[in-house]
């Protein structure tokens, strides 16, 4: 979590908290997942019912994403933190690049997660055209919206790039995105 804010979950018998270590510990795409729920008296029967879902799944992960996510419980919450602050610089440095081209009220988002959501100009809203010119012209890969429900957006990750490489995509990024808020390029309607 970034800006002093913090994660919380809910406990109680009738909760099952369902997580992930892609955005606990940074390990995207390594699927490796787990629950946690209230032991008590109430919930007997909770473990059985949960071994029975489990059960008709086909697959697990990896033995290497296992070990991986144990070693990252025994690192503990002081190397999370430590991680996360390192995140912040580029996560800045990305924030600034989106909302200086497009307006700070077109960024959204990366108070708790890797990456950033920005809105679109109307004259650019074509997210895959967009995400595939910026990519072909500006050497920056960016995430079409379209392709996680929300047209008209991209989605910027600032994880998994050094701060300098980050600071060089930024720059790229921006001067991309400023040629489409300018409505210097344009792309053709659909028909």
Same mark, same amino acid.
Request: glycine share 8%.
């Given at each position: 979590m970034f800006d002093g804010r913090e994660h919380y979950t809910l406990s109680a018998p009738h909760v099952i908290n369902l997580f992930s270590f892609s955005k606990a510990y940074g390990m995207m795409g390594w699927r490796v997942g787990y629950l946690a729920y209230h032991t008590g008296s109430e919930n007997a029967d909770i473990l059985s019912q949960i071994i029975?879902? &489990?059960d008709t799944i086909p697959i697990c992960p990896p033995q290497l994403s296992q070990r991986l996510a144990v070693a990252a419980l025994g690192a503990?919450?002081?190397?999370?933190t430590? &991680?996360?602050?390192?995140?912040?610089?580029?996560r800045q440095l990305v924030r600034r690049a989106l909302a200086d081209s497009l307006g700070d009220d077109c960024v959204f988002g990366g108070e708790g997660a890797i990456y950033l959501w920005a809105k679109l100009p109307t004259s650019a809203s074509r997210d895959w055209d967009v995400a595939a010119w910026l990519v072909q012209n500006h050497g920056v890969t960016l995430i079409p919206g379209?392709?996680?429900g929300s047209p008209g957006f991209i989605r910027a990750a600032f994880a998994n790039i050094s701060p300098i490489a980050c600071e060089q995509a930024a720059y790229r990024l921006h001067h991309g995105l400023s040629l489409l808020a300018s409505q210097a390029i344009s792309f053709p309607s659909n028909h």
């Amino acid at each position: 979590m970034f800006d002093g804010r913090e994660h919380y979950t809910l406990s109680a018998p009738h909760v099952i908290n369902l997580f992930s270590f892609s955005k606990a510990y940074g390990m995207m795409g390594w699927r490796v997942g787990y629950l946690a729920y209230h032991t008590g008296s109430e919930n007997a029967d909770i473990l059985s019912q949960i071994i029975k879902v &489990q059960d008709t799944i086909p697959i697990c992960p990896p033995q290497l994403s296992q070990r991986l996510a144990v070693a990252a419980l025994g690192a503990g919450k002081s190397w999370v933190t430590d &991680q996360v602050s390192k995140l912040d610089g580029n996560r800045q440095l990305v924030r600034r690049a989106l909302a200086d081209s497009l307006g700070d009220d077109c960024v959204f988002g990366g108070e708790g997660a890797i990456y950033l959501w920005a809105k679109l100009p109307t004259s650019a809203s074509r997210d895959w055209d967009v995400a595939a010119w910026l990519v072909q012209n500006h050497g920056v890969t960016l995430i079409p919206g379209s392709s996680c429900g929300s047209p008209g957006f991209i989605r910027a990750a600032f994880a998994n790039i050094s701060p300098i490489a980050c600071e060089q995509a930024a720059y790229r990024l921006h001067h991309g995105l400023s040629l489409l808020a300018s409505q210097a390029i344009s792309f053709p309607s659909n028909h």
